[in-house]
């Protein structure tokens, strides 16, 4: 809701610049033909109804590049422990915020956001049932209209077919002293009573200038005009825009008769005489037909009608003037800045220290290179400077099998068995490694989402999945070690290259609003539950420490190196969650791991240091070997831990697989 107010405001802000250069263009214009003005002001309107779909699509970034969350890298050489990790595998959830029957929920005051939504809402709601009176209004004057029995009707229908217009209907109406057009897939023109009365001259006239209208399709530039001023019924500039597009395109029908030789004195005295019968008539119509003369402004319509100098048709200069306009405006409605999102959006991240030079590699193969796929981002330079030296990366060898034995062994484990997801891993040797893993565990880690939702990937065929590949590649350099964060840069950098030549991947990432999860605290005392206890340190945090992965070799220390710290214990189980010394940022991006979420959790705890987590325990296990089913997080977190979920939205950052190969056979 936030997001789409804020598309509303940007639009707001911009139509004044696409409204103010439509002045300054018509003002240029102003001794052409209306036809020309009115294309301005309906390249205008267009550009302000197209603007908040434009602003709201996602935001196309180069590829392949992409920084994961990461949080501090450890600092010592202790980081580099093995540990041991069981993590988690999708499960049949029940509802994540599923809450406890005696819990009731705490009333909510209506926010600023809210209120400025429900004020649009209405006053867009009034301008809709304004533009709804008026077709309704025309449509009953529709069909209560009879095709006309006399000459006229034939008249009319001959001049139709004349210009080329064949799907015209001509009827006449009691119920209207003005001659008006409505429809726009079934144009309809609308005659009083009395069109049997006119002279030849005058019938002649008001013809060419309805049918002007359905040649032009007014009947829709009105509409959009009307559905405009709905959405932006508060900016008086989009009201004065549709007032300027009515003016001129009356203006340019009338030049349509005009440049057909009826003179411009016989021409005004028609239009007088029409305007004085509909003086004292309501016109119910008015929002819903394009009608041909009202009292209002008729002088200043005279004057225009009998102005020798003004040009009747478009010259090519004006032509030119006014598609180059259109462009302009059609790129300013679209143009897109990348903002920085804000506090209240942006997902938690820790903070980077200034940018560095960023590993390049140049991966060397027999088929045709790809270095595109090879240039890490800006995000991801930001964060590894200082870590490692700028290198040139040359992959040597690289092979990648299938592992038949291994995707049976995934089968058979139970789905409430939470099992260990392949994982790529940096080894001695410039060795890029990961045995039995899925194509897209390893899109997951060349693209550095090891550790994010699994929603954050989308597209690709269903075997992606399920096909399982052992991988190794060796490089002409040592790779930094990788860490439960994820692949080094570099390691990251080499993988996309690999996945780009072997399995011609093609991504794409986006950048749309979306659904996540806050976590805050429960209480407004702020006291937390007993799940939750301030740490003692003393063991490598989980995502500081060099990742696991079952099957891998890892090596040991080297002799005489100290002894590193202890791992902090991760416990992930049937019904249990238990975790050591991790901040609360840690936590949350834990949490979006767990498959009874599947999405973005951001910290808004405002709770520094670091904690001893615990959730569930042994009747929450047996509960979910009974089942089958992993219980609801919201209810534990509130009842061990004081926090709780709040639904939210933010940018997040989603890779969209557009197309992946199976890998051949080496």
Known sequence: MAGALAVLVTASLRIVGICGAAWLVTLVLRRSSAAARHVVWVNAVTAALLMPALLALPTPL??????????????SRAGQAISHLVPMVEQPTTPAFARAPQEAPRPRRMSFTLAAVALWATGAGLVLLWVLHGVLATSRIRRRGSRSTTGWGDEARAMATEIGLGRVTFVESPDTSIPFVCG??????????????????????VLLHELAHVRRRDCLTQLLARVACAIYWFHPLVWVAAH?????RERACDDVVL?????????????VEIAKSAA???????????????????????????DPRIRRKSPISARLVVTAFGLVALGGASLQTKAQPSAAQAPAAAPAPAAAPAPVVQARFTATQRPAAAQPTAAQARATAGKSPTQNVTIEVASIKRNAQVEQQRLAIPPSIPTVPGRAQTLAGGVLMGRGMTVMELIRDAYGYRNRAKGDIIGGPEWINTERYDMQ???NVEFPLSTSTGLPPAGEAALRALLAERLNLQVRVESPLRPVYELIVLRADGQLGPGLKLSEGGCIPFFQREAFNAGLVIEKPAAGEPQPLRPCPLLIAPGVMAAENMSMAEWAQLLTLAPQLDRTVVDRTDL?????????GDEAASAVAAT????AMTPALERRLGLTLREGQAPVEILVIEHVDRPAEN
């Open 62 to 75: 180069a590829l392949p590049a992409f920084a994961s969350w990461a949080p501090p890298a450890a600092t």
């Open 184 to 205: 726009i897939v079934r144009p309809l023109v609308v005659m009083p009573a009395e069109v049997s009365e006119w002279a030849s001259e005058r019938l002649r006239a």
């Open 244 to 248: 300027r597009l009515r003016i001129e």
């Open 259 to 271: 440049t057909s030789g009826v003179l411009g004195s016989v021409y005004g005295h028609h239009l």
């Open 280 to 306: 004292s008539r309501r016109r119910n119509f008015a929002a819903g037909g394009v009608a041909m003369a009202h009292p209002r402004r008729l002088e200043e319509r005279l004057m225009y009608i009998l």
């Open 473 to 475: 590649a060796r490089a």
């Open 608 to 616: 520094g240091g670091r904690y001893d987590f615990k959730l569930g």
């Open 628 to 631: 089958g089913r992993l219980p």
